[in-house]
T-cell receptor, first 116, second 111 residues
Framework: DAGVIQSPRHEVTEMGQEVTLRCKPISGHDYLFWYRQTMMRGLELLIYFNNNVPIDDSGMPEDRFSAKMPNASFSTLKIQPSEPRDSAVYFC??????????????FGPGTRLTVT | QKEVEQDPGPLSVPEGAIVSLNCTYSNSAFQYFMWYRQYSRKGPELLMYTYSSGNKEDGRFTAQVDKSSKYISLFIRDSQPSDSATYLCAMSAGSNYQLIWGAGTKLIIKP
């Protein structure tokens, strides 16, 4: 398996523009997580899905952020309109609901977003 | 106060030294404790996983959990320059798959 795939790897955009980040989880994984990482705030969970259904979006900073998972192999995180404070590395991770506790999350390479 | 506290460092030690990385937490319901390693410009990857209290050893790495003190540790023996990375602790109460993360400690092993 190729692991979690994210695109684009780097995104530079101007304030006010719409940004869409994409993620393909590992096949067979039924949990998908979107994180944001900054030096100041560390790794923050934004939202997570189970079987394509959003379970907890309390980490989404504001209405400018939205996430969808239309099927088991694809998810998007959209920021509209973008602001300079959204600059961060955005990670997608997936995990599988296996017998017994399993908390290993497999992370993608991240999307480095810069909003100018 | 954060649920999980971790010193961000950086922690710089010479090659071959024993490294001790630590996290404290406040939620007594946490039962699952993990250490993730993150290399520069990469995503975190699971290094060690421990359930409840006790020790777990894997090669040069040892994870310890002291639930009475709400304190977890990761020890690295015979540290190598390739161990230079950011180490994040993460934990869960087990009711769902959501992890609570520490800030991460940046570790630098000097040759």
């Amino acid at each position: 398996d190729a692991g979690v795939i994210q695109s684009p790897r780097h995104e530079v955009t101007e304030m006010g523009q719409e940004v869409t980040l994409r993620c393909k989880p590992i096949s067979g994984h039924d949990y998908l997580f979107w994180y944001r990482q900054t030096m100041m705030r560390g790794l923050e969970l934004l939202i997570y899905f189970n079987n394509n259904v959003p379970i907890d979006d309390s980490g989404m900073p504001e209405d400018r952020f939205s996430a969808k998972m239309p099927n088991a192999s694809f998810s998007t995180l959209k920021i509209q309109p973008s602001e300079p404070r959204d600059s961060a590395v955005y990670f997608c991770a997936s995990s599988v609901n296996s017998p017994g506790p399993s908390y290993e999350q497999y992370f993608g390479p991240g999307t480095r977003l810069t909003v100018t | 106060q954060k649920e999980v506290e971790q010193d961000p460092g950086p922690l710089s030690v010479p090659e071959g030294a024993i490294v001790s990385l630590n996290c404290t937490y406040s939620n007594s319901a946490f039962q699952y404790f993990m250490w993730y390693r993150q290399y520069s410009r990469k995503g975190p990857e699971l290094l060690m996983y421990t359930y409840s209290s006790g020790n777990k050893e894997d090669g040069r790495f040892t994870a310890q959990v002291d639930k009475s003190s709400k304190y977890i540790s990761l020890f690295i023996r015979d540290s190598q320059p390739s161990d230079s990375a950011t180490y994040l602790c993460a934990m869960s109460a087990g009711s769902n798959y959501q992890l609570i993360w520490g800030a991460g400690t940046k570790l630098i092993i000097k040759p």
